[in-house]
């Protein structure tokens, strides 16, 4: 037996005909109406047409399906009774008002049509004015109707109406809508009428059932229009699905005394707290609410005007967060007496919020802690750990740049890191660079926040600055740096030494003036969240950190190692520069061992202290990585300081002993030192660099171990892409950690691994495998050699590329799944055939970002490593890697 199918679902009253997972057939505002109504939600009633009728529509050669009107008819009255038959369609009295909206199962903002306050005609307005007692609002309310109506349904263009709003404007001298009186609207309605006679050729219709078929068949036609064909082409939706059409009531909180408007949330956004939270008006649109013309009142005096409202609403709402087991943002009409909820949904909150809100839900038994995990996003932790700038303060930026380490700084602007370390004995200050360089290292820890020219996400000054927690906004290119002048331009502005400026490291804001900050602090339901992320996740978190103070952030924020130490961070320190000058000036093995002799002890003791902060955790130390004439003075610098001394008539043997230090500068000049004499290949040509660095990381253990401590180092080799790179200096290693631990009389178990950070390293992992007994990726540097693209230059081009769609995103930012994750698959594919049980980690700045990270967790990689600060970050990132692999959704916050 044939069963007439079903058109229209209705929804009113407490109960709808459909639910929410019926979005194929009645489209997702359809299904969501039909959900709220069912959730007991006092939604203005209405009806769907489904989404066949709009396919039907098509294929009846645009038109609708007999019986569709009758049957219109009798869901209008289903509606007029869900009113309690207070308003009824067409009556000239109390006229009904509708809106007519579109809706496919997938949204498709703003690409089909939607017409409001449907019902209006040059009688029924009579019965609006007298409902709202406001006639400015009844003829706004009529010429927004023909306005959508005559473009919509007729056709006509928008600028025919706008021209003639225009028109009126001028001739009342006004400026604003606003600024037009209730005559001036009448005046409007009567032009808008003529008009559409005279380009549409028939009478603005008055009948408002003509109205309501003709606004219906308009929105079927407006799922075929260009705008909507080319969004779904473009978001692969497909053409068939047809749209539904949502007839709802219209309702009104300017009806008098006992209507209001007011938009409110379920919780605090900003902290978290659950309290009620929101604001209304009575007597007024909702618009009125919004746009800052009237004060609205906080939500709680709505108990004294409207008691028995009030209650309902927090009720409904309380409901409504049940329901969707979520924070709710919601908006509400009460049109004389009767409460509305107009919308409502997922609200947006802070960080702080979102971590109080899902501790606490889980309290309140509406979610699990696998939900509460997934509701947090992990880079929005950032916000936790960082200062903030106030978003209260008004502020003036002065240009952009990467957002290469979070968090908020204020300080008077500096030039030079020796300026900055003078300087920041009297107050705060901002280091301002063309670039950083290791030789500025001083200057950026004496510094507040660092700004700098060129470079990009892993360039010097944001590698740095995130391992040092510090705000960091890298390659402004809007910006030049005059550091002898003095002075940075960006546009109009000037800004010299000494002038305050703040940076937001977050979004890479560069900030006039000082702008107040707020601080963040880690919250006990921070913590525990934490606590169930490290329950979930199987992929494990280490951390960079290159001194024990570092190393103690680290462990504070969870690090269970440390994944990457680069030990010439060490040499960096304003007394160690000169013997480590001396060490490469030496022309003798034997002058080089004698300056690294001295470096020896220096080392030692850095490498104690960390492990005894890690006490027993990995440790990874990396041998020496950077090409070295890095350690000496830059080259122009000293020409210039030469001339000068001779200008000057120095004594002989200073200038003698400049210009060694020129010519040795010039000896160990590199066109291109990324990829000259740095990594492995140093350790190779110096064997007595690695044989010092090996020496000062076992003697150090073994003098712990002496103690009863617990130590356990990793030496590391970087940039190998030679098994043979990797024996020769794994020999060394050997050959001196025997002799100390034969001289130290105890013996302490350390490895030896490498970093993957070549291409060709990723190719012969398998040979790799055979020395190397874990592996670290080096994704900066994969990344690098992988694209071919500079880490320090490509801040000028990578953004043009993001900008043009050549480039999703910042490969140094989030690891190329593709490309450069296709060579670390390879690789732990490689290495583990050889060593099945190779334990890998990734130290590159990736290992700190939440979609990186979960690429590892993908990849099997057993740990990442990343900044310190990083740490949670990476710690809930690895968490949703894995609820995500097991499939646990949770109701996302978006
Ligand atoms: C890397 O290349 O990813 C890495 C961690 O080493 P560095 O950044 O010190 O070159
Ligand atoms: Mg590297």
Wanted: proline share 5%.
């Amino acid at each position: 037996m044939a069963t007439e199918k079903k058109h229209i679902y209705f929804f009113g009253g407490g109960k709808a005909d459909g639910t929410g997972t019926m979005k194929d057939l009645l489209g997702g505002k359809g299904a969501g109406l039909a959900e709220m109504t069912n959730a007991g939600v006092p939604v203005p009633p209405g009806f769907t047409i489904t989404t066949e009728v709009c396919n039907l529509f098509y294929e009846l050669g645009r038109q609708v399906p007999g019986g569709l009107d009758n049957g219109m008819r009798e869901y209008m009255k289903k509606i007029e009774d869900a009113l309690d038959g207070k308003f009824k369609f067409g009556d000239l009295d109390r006229p009904l008002l509708v809106s007519v909206r579109s809706g496919s199962k997938f949204s498709m903002p703003g690409m089909m049509d939607t017409v409001l306050n449907l019902g209006l005609n040059d009688n029924t307005i009579q019965g609006l004015i007298r409902m709202s007692g406001n006639e400015r609002f009844a003829w706004d309310a009529y010429r927004r109707f023909i306005q959508m109506f005559g473009n919509v349904v007729m056709g006509i263009e928008k600028e025919v109406f706008e021209h003639i709003i225009h028109e009126m404007k001028k001739k009342k001298k006004v400026k604003l809508d606003l600024e037009l009186t209730a005559g001036d609207l009448k005046g409007l309605v009567d032009r808008f009428k003529a008009k559409v006679k005279q380009v549409a050729r028939r009478d603005f219709p008055q009948d408002p059932w003509e109205q309501l078929t003709m606004s219906r068949d308009a929105v079927f036609g407006s799922w075929n229009n260009p705008r909507a064909i080319t969004y779904r082409k473009l978001n692969d939706i497909p053409g068939n699905l047809g749209t539904a059409v949502n007839i709802q009531a219209m309702v009104f909180g300017n009806m008098g005394d006992t209507s209001a408007t007011g938009v409110g949330f379920t919780r605090n956004p900003s902290t978290g707290a659950k309290e009620f939270y929101g604001e209304y008006l009575t007597n007024a649109q909702g618009e009125d609410v919004v746009a800052g013309t009237r004060t609205p009142h906080p939500i709680a005096d709505l108990d004294k005007e409207m008691p028995a409202v009030y209650r309902q609403l927090r009720e409904i709402t309380s409901r409504l967060e049940r329901h969707y087991r979520d924070i709710q943002d919601f908006e509400f009409t009460v049109q004389d007496g009767t409460l509305y909820m107009l919308q409502t949904r997922t609200g947006k909150r802070t960080a702080h919020a979102a971590v109080k809100i899902a501790v606490d839900m889980v309290a309140e038994g509406l979610i699990n802690k696998e939900e509460a995990v997934l509701r947090v996003e992990p880079a929005s932790l950032d916000q936790l750990l960082h200062p903030i700038i106030d978003p209260k303060a008004k502020i003036e930026v002065i240009a952009k740049g990467l957002p290469a380490s979070p968090g908020a700084a204020s300080g008077r602007v500096v030039f030079t890191a020796d300026e900055a370390v003078r300087q920041a004995k009297k107050g705060k200050v901002i280091l301002v660079r063309p670039e950083t360089t290791p030789d500025d290292i001083h200057g950026m820890d004496a510094a507040e926040g660092i700004l700098t020219a060129r470079g990009g996400m892993t360039s010097h000054a944001a590698v740095v600055a995130r391992g040092m927690g510090k705000p960091c906004v890298a390659g402004c290119e809007a910006i030049w740096v005059d550091p002898k002048a003095g002075k940075f331009g960006a546009g109009k502005h000037r800004v010299k030494m000494g002038d305050y400026i703040t940076l937001d490291g977050g979004t890479g804001r560069v900030i006039l003036g000082k702008v107040p900050t707020v601080e963040s602090t880690v919250s006990g339901d921070f913590g525990t969240l934490m606590k169930w992320a490290d329950e979930f996740r199987t992929l494990e978190v280490w951390a960079n950190a290159d001194i024990p103070r570092d190393a103690k952030v680290a462990m504070q924020y969870g690090a269970e190692g440390i994944g990457l130490c680069r030990t010439e961070h060490m040499f960096f320190a304003a007394d160690r520069v000169p013997i480590v000058q001396q060490m490469i000036m030496s022309n003798s093995t034997e002058a080089r061992e004698k300056a690294l002799a001295k470096l020896l002890p220096m080392q030692r003791s850095d490498f104690k202290g960390l492990f005894e902060t890690m006490n027993g955790l990995p440790v990874t130390i990396r041998l020496l990585d950077p090409p070295l004439h890095e350690f000496l003075p830059k080259r122009e610098e000293l020409m210039v300081e030469v001339a000068v001394m001779k200008v000057e008539k120095a004594p002989k043997a200073s200038i003698a002993k400049k210009e060694n230090i020129l010519h040795r500068v010039e000896e160990l000049h590199e066109f291109n030192p990324m990829l000259g004499l740095r990594g492995c290949r140093l350790g190779i040509i110096y064997p007595e660099i690695t044989r010092m660095q090996a020496r000062a990381i076992i003697e150090a253990a073994c003098d712990l171990v002496k103690k009863g401590k617990k130590v356990k180092p990793e030496i590391m080799i970087p940039l190998v892409g030679i098994s043979k790179e990797l024996s020769n200096q794994k020999a060394l290693i050997d050959a001196t950690a025997q002799d100390v631990m034969k001289k130290k009389g105890v013996k302490v178990a350390y490895t030896i691994g490498t970093m993957i950070e070549l291409p060709r390293a990723a190719f012969i992992a398998d040979d790799i495998a055979k020395e190397a007994e874990f592996f670290s990726f080096g994704t900066n540097d994969l990344t690098q050699t992988a694209f071919g693209f500079s880490r320090d230059d490509a801040g000028m081009f990578i953004n043009y590329y993001m900008d043009n769609n050549i480039l999703e995103k910042d490969p140094f930012q989030t690891m190329d799944e593709k490309g450069v994750g296709g060579l670390v698959k390879m690789a732990i594919q490689k290495g583990r055939s050889t060593r099945p049980d190779l334990k890998i980690g990734i130290c590159g700045e990736h290992g700190g970002d939440p979609a990186s990270v979960e690429q590892c967790h993908r990849f099997g990689l057993n740990y990442v490593s990343c900044s310190p600060y990083r740490v949670p970050i990476a710690r809930l990132a690895a968490a949703h890697a894995k609820l995500k692999e097991k499939g646990v959704g949770g109701s996302l916050s978006k």
